[in-house]
């Protein structure tokens, strides 16, 4: 079975300044894909960043990097210079390579960017 | 805009009753895929249509249902609708299924379904 697990219900930040968002998982499978995606007000899904589990390379896109430990299966999102408009529950989700599109996904976490 | 359309937006219906929930995929994808996001369960996958197949199946009640059309799109059935069912429901779609894919998916808007 897959689980993803996030232990923060809800976080905030000040703007400018950096939090990390924590997740875990469990898998049986070797390849598989990790994604954070957020989700703002108005509710869309929106694709924040991706890891491939064979790539040993952190992904970064921006101000978003993830620290990937896959011994650990720990897979934690960190966002850089937080603005206003990263206010957004926050989901991390696994898909496993072999049922690629099948998301799981953990509970979320509710980020708050406040001035 | 992630180029998934998802129609209706807003819907509120009584308990016993069906409705219909519809999604345009982005131009050229092929797969389909529908997710149910509720206070209870959090998201979870429902099911997955490729190019006009059943792919996989998830979460999804014997009251639910779904097809993929010649066009592409899709329709999420649901029939003799509980308070539990009250959710958001997602569609996403991709290009491809497969080795190839990378996973990511394009979600919609979602269709925010009450039931009274």
């Known amino acids: 079975a897959q689980t993803v697990t996030q232990s923060q219900p809800e976080m905030s930040v000040q703007e400018a300044e950096t939090v990390t968002l924590s997740c875990t998982y469990d898998?049986?499978?070797?390849?598989?894909?990790l994604f954070w995606y957020k989700q703002p007000p108005s509710r869309q899904m929106i694709l924040v960043i991706r890891?491939?589990?064979?790539?040993?390379q952190n992904a970064t896109e921006n101000r978003f990097s993830v620290n990937f430990q896959k011994a650990a299966k720990s897979f934690s999102l960190k966002i850089s210079d937080s603005q206003l408009g990263d206010t957004a529950m926050y989901f991390c989700?696994?898909?496993?390579?072999?049922?690629?599109?099948?998301?799981?996904f953990g509970r979320g976490t509710q980020l708050t960017v406040w001035p | 805009d992630s180029g998934v359309t998802q129609t209706p937006k807003h819907l509120i219906t009584a308990t016993g009753q069906r409705v219909t929930l519809r999604c345009s995929p982005r131009?050229?994808?092929?797969?389909v895929y529908w997710y149910q996001q509720s206070l209870d369960q959090g998201l979870q996958f429902l099911i997955q249509?490729?190019?006009?197949?059943?792919?996989a199946k998830g979460n999804i009640l014997e009251r639910f249902s779904a097809q993929q059309f010649p066009d592409l799109h899709s329709e999420l059935n649901l029939s003799s609708l509980e308070l539990g069912d009250s959710a958001l429901y997602f569609c996403?779609?991709?290009?491809?299924?497969?080795?190839?894919?990378?996973?990511?998916?394009?979600f919609g808007e979602g269709s925010r379904l009450t039931v009274l």
């Open positions: 996403a779609s991709s290009a491809k299924t497969g080795a190839r894919n990378t996973g990511e998916l394009f």
């Open positions: 898998t049986s499978e070797n390849n598989y894909y």
């Open positions: 890891q491939e589990a064979y790539k040993q």
């Open positions: 989700a696994l898909d496993r390579g072999s049922t690629l599109g099948r998301l799981y």
């Open positions: 131009s050229g994808d092929l797969s």
């Open positions: 249509y490729y190019n006009g197949e059943e792919r």
